[in-house]
């Protein structure tokens, strides 16, 4: 509480210092950590510091903030990629492009922690430290924001060991101040040039250890459209919507059923019902193995818009709203994503671009055109069917009955 209580003498323009990372040892994690954060470049564009124009004062349960599902898949290649890869940017583009909810994957490999999808090893060296210090880097060249960073044990048990080493991470020397140390949502202010951690694993085997991070470890309920977390000590609670694995008849049915949840929840985000607590909304998913995680985002060709095209739409129409978390797949295939999330204007008429490469002097980060192949072009709905599913080794008894 200390931490806390002594940011608030400090203003936006003069965020609390962090004691100063090592330099070399900041180099040594950057390289290491690089094919999942990507190159560092110093961007001074309106996204990259959209909290600055934000009050201290304002609770973080009370922002609309953009983010990613899956965030570190961008980089998977081959076979793996048609349900494995979820983003097509990396770290530091997504939050250069304005995310600010990251969620990771974690397991234990030989002794090390990793960043994971379910049980696909996303990277063969980079670290969970190494993506760590990378946020740190982030955070010192945009003082004025924050990052809610989930942490989810996808492989493997959590044991004590693991426990203990995620402890050490965010709260050891070099990392206490760039993490909230507390187990309720801080304020903008509380909360600026630091990461907010939301733990979806446990500190339970330490029983000496004080608990830090947003405890999100029991009551996640698997693949649902509506479920609440209660968190800290009080009537604290996390509004989720996770449901990813979708039915449907089709491909066009099964987006509309995952944006049903989508729009359902975030009704009730921008009602007057509970102004004070955290929501989460993944727009992400698949079905099982017919559509995949860009299928349903991008849909099927502009005859089937998929989930991001709904959501924009949405977001657009509720203008002005609080929308709370909403997590996003290829949230660099539209760059409306971010600014309708925030209520900014974006023009639903335009056919979608993607976001650009940061530029030192660019505001929009809007300026390229969107790739063909970024369009469901390369999805595995491209594919035949059948090869799909001799790739996956799966039966096709689900895709007959689904296309
Ligand atoms: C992406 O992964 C491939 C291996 O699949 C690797 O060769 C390449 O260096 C990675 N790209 C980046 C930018 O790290
Ligand atoms: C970014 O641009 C939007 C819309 O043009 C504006 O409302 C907002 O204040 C700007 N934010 C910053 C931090 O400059
Ligand atoms: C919460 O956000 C709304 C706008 O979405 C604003 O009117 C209200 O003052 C905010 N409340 C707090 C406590 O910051
Ligand atoms: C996880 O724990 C269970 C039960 O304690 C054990 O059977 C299993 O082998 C463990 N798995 C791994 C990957 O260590
Ligand atoms: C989803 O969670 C809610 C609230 O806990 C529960 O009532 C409901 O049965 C769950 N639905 C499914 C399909 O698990
Ligand atoms: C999808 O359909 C199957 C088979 O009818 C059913 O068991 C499952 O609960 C459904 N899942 C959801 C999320 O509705
Ligand atoms: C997209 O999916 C719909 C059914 O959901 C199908 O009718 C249509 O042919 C598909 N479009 C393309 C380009 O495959």
Known sequence: MRLLSSLSLFSIALPLAAAALDPSTMTNHLAAGAPLLGAFEQSTSNLSSWMSSLSDSTPIQNLSIPGTHDTLTW????IASIF???????????????????????????????????????????????????????????????????????????????????YDLVTGPDAVDYWVQSTTLPTLGQARHKAILLRRFAFTLLPTATPVGIDASSGWSDNNATFTIPYGTGSDAIYIEDLYDINGTSVADVINNKFAAVSAHLDVATSTTYPNQLFITFVSGSSGTAVTPLGLAEGNGTTTPGANLKTLSYLA?????????????????????????????????????????????????????????????????????QAVALVVGVTFATMLSFF
């Not at 770290?91 to 990771?104: E, P």
């Not at 090893?121 to 960073?149: K, M, S």
Request: without cysteine.
């Open 75 to 78: 980089n998977v290649s081959g």
């Open 84 to 166: 494995t890869k979820t983003q097509d940017m990396p770290l530091f583009r997504q939050l250069d492009a304005g995310a600010r909810f990251i969620d990771l994957r974690i397991g234990e490999n030989n002794g090390l922690i990793q960043l994971y999808h379910a049980s696909f090893l996303l990277d063969p060296t980079a670290q969970l430290v190494d993506v760590f210090w990378g946020l740190y880097h982030w955070l010192d060249a945009h003082p004025t924001e924050t990052v809610i960073v989930s942490v989810k044990v996808d492989t493997g048990n959590t044991t004590a060991t693991l426990e203990q080493a995620i």
């Open 317 to 385: 129409g509720k203008k002005g709203s609080r929308f709370g978390v909403v997590l996003f797949d290829y949230i660099g295939s539209d760059s409306r994503l971010v600014p309708a999330t925030l209520s900014q204007p974006v023009d639903l008429s335009a056919a979608p671009r993607s976001v650009s490469a940061p530029t030192a002097t660019g505001t929009t980060g809007t300026t390229s055109t969107r790739p063909p192949s970024s369009n469901w072009a390369s999805s595995g709905l491209a594919l035949p069917h």
